[in-house]
């Protein structure tokens, strides 16, 4: 889109600047109501039944997923009152996550057939006919109205739950509603390009994960000599093998650690999105924080580089290998690799796929 000839002050700080033929208004003046939604009674099967909308099926691109419908039973005038129509504004006003509160969904003509309604978590916004709703729903879903809301709120940890009045409150582009259609048509092109763009480029990223899963389980399972002749390895998880190869016990390659915290051991966490690192970098790199452990620690276990750790997620492939010295929770198996046992080599077998699925279908390990 192009730029306009002039630009002025809007007079609000999170704003800035603005073309000079537009205005700024309170969001208030542009709804014809702003509800609060309900949760209903138990299905009654008396022909007050009704579905009720959550915010778990408002999708990212203001559509919606419904799979399990929440049946609830609302009568009289509640239930004509919060029954949707097309082109209602629907915003997540409470959640656990704070990435979802203020998510905004826009109600189709498929969803007012349905006759829904929608829950007490969540707030409809109806759009003056003044105005285009999908203007304000790209307006909703931007970081200029999250910031408000934070502003709002007078929060310095982030959004919190939002109320009817935060949302009368917003600052908004006061523009004619011909201006507001040729912005949505233009942001519905671009997104369009985006999303196809985006979607191509995650099929890519799908195909070279599917090659580089197929390019290990084929080293690690098979070798990496196409010429060199195969056998039977007598385990159909396994299937072929390199003729030269064996197959032996684990037990064969691998001890169980019985060695418990050392002295000045950094407490370590099993994780199978960072491997195994120190609970301080796990909560930097998570954001978040975890009670380090003040007691029991003398039945922790000791690991060293190159140790092996049994999850409790080990059927999901978590066996996680140690580059770093510092003591696990006792929950945790601590295994030994012999001298026999290149390290390197078994943290890619117990990641492939096959080895996943062959542990999976064991009584135990």
């Not at 390659?253 to 999105?273: H, I, N, Y």
Request: net charge neutral.
């Amino acid at each position: 889109m192009m730029r306009y000839a002039e630009y002025k002050e809007s007079g609000i700080e999170w704003i800035g600047i603005i073309p000079v033929s537009w205005d700024v208004s309170k969001s208030k003046y542009h709804y014809i109501s702003n509800d609060g939604g309900v949760w209903g009674n138990e299905p009654e099967n008396d022909g007050t039944d009704v579905i009720v909308l959550r915010s778990t099926e408002q999708t990212v691109d203001g559509k919606w997923i419904i799979e399990d419908p929440a049946i609830r039973s609302l009568k009289g005038q509640k239930y004509q009152k919060q029954l949707l129509k097309e082109n209602d504004l629907v915003m997540t006003k409470s959640s656990g996550s704070n990435l979802h509160i203020g998510k905004t969904s826009i109600v189709t003509a498929e969803i007012e057939s349905m006759q829904c309604c929608y829950s007490n978590f969540m707030q409809r916004i109806r759009i003056s006919d003044k105005d285009n709703p999908k203007f304000f729903w790209y307006f909703l879903n931007s970081t200029l109205a999250r910031e408000q809301f934070v502003f709002l709120q007078n929060s310095t940890s982030g959004l919190g739950n939002i109320n009817s009045e935060n949302i009368n409150s917003l600052w908004v582009p006061h523009i004619c509603k011909e201006q507001q259609d040729r912005i949505v048509l233009y942001l519905d092109q671009r997104v369009t390009k985006i999303d196809r763009l985006i979607s191509e480029k995650e099929s890519l990223i799908s195909l070279l994960l599917e090659k580089r899963t197929s390019t290990i389980c084929i080293a690690v399972t098979k070798g990496i000599d196409p010429a060199v002749k195969m056998k039977q390895s007598g385990f159909e998880w396994l299937g072929e093998t390199p003729s030269h190869w064996e197959v032996v016990p684990a037990k064969a390659l691998f001890s169980q650690s019985k060695e418990t915290r050392r002295e000045g051991d950094v407490q370590l966490t099993a994780s199978q999105k960072y491997g195994i690192i120190s609970q301080e970098d796990y909560m930097a790199l998570q954001n978040s924080k975890i009670v380090l452990a003040d007691k029991g620690l003398e039945n922790w276990k000791h690991v060293e580089p190159n140790d092996f750790i049994i999850s409790l997620r080990s059927f999901q492939g978590g066996l996680e290998i140690s580059y770093i010295p510092g003591c696990i929770t006792w929950h945790y198996i601590v295994l030994k690799p012999s001298d026999a046992v290149d390290p390197e080599y078994f943290k890619w077998l117990f990641k492939s796929p096959r080895y996943i699925q062959a542990l999976q279908r064991t009584a135990n390990f």
